[in-house]
């Protein structure tokens, strides 16, 4: 096995990880593919192929990591949540992840949410129904860079095609 063919299965593996790290934040994720791009096309050996995934890669790393920020950013701000009752939902969501296996993390976010915002509104119906659309605001944010970032996937594989042909 050729030093290329190794360096494309490990940037492979990365790009599935980074893919993977959207939904699951404890992984890295856009980062993870950039850089991957960024490896693939030095050490690759895909010649000019390799730079032009990059680039096309790169565009849709950053273009999903940009959109999930402001439309995430957008809805939080029109609903009126602080960064603070996410920043508790983030908490209590890596404590949710090694107190309950597998959902644990989703769980705690939701749960570390609401209360934040019940302690910020001191009504129970406000909290929920803030914390109900940061709730859809995060996942819209993770959908989309979650979107874009299997784009960036799916150009590295044709591009793996492009070089396996030439």
Do not use: D
Request: hydrophobic share 60%; aromatic share 8%; proline share 3%.
């Amino acid at each position: 096995m050729n030093p290329e063919t190794v360096v494309t299965i490990l940037c492979g593996l990365a790009i599935l990880v980074g893919v993977a790290g959207i939904i699951v934040p404890v992984l890295p994720g856009s980062i993870l593919i950039g850089l991957s791009l960024l490896a693939w096309a030095l050490w690759g050996g895909a010649g000019a192929t390799g730079w032009v995934v990059f680039g096309i890669g790169l565009v849709l790393v950053l273009a999903g990591m940009a959109a999930g920020a402001v439309l995430t950013g957008r809805k939080l701000k029109q609903h009126s949540i602080p960064g603070r009752s996410v920043v508790t939902g983030l908490v209590f969501g890596v404590a949710g992840m090694f107190l309950i296996p597998v959902v644990g993390l989703f769980v705690g976010f939701a749960a570390g949410l609401l209360l934040s915002e019940l302690h910020r509104t001191r009504a129970w119906r406000t909290a929920v129904t803030s914390s109900w659309a940061a709730l859809k605001a995060t996942g819209l944010g993770m959908i989309t860079e979650f979107g874009l970032a299997c784009l960036a996937a799916s150009t590295w594989v044709i591009g793996v095609w492009v070089a396996a042909a030439a």
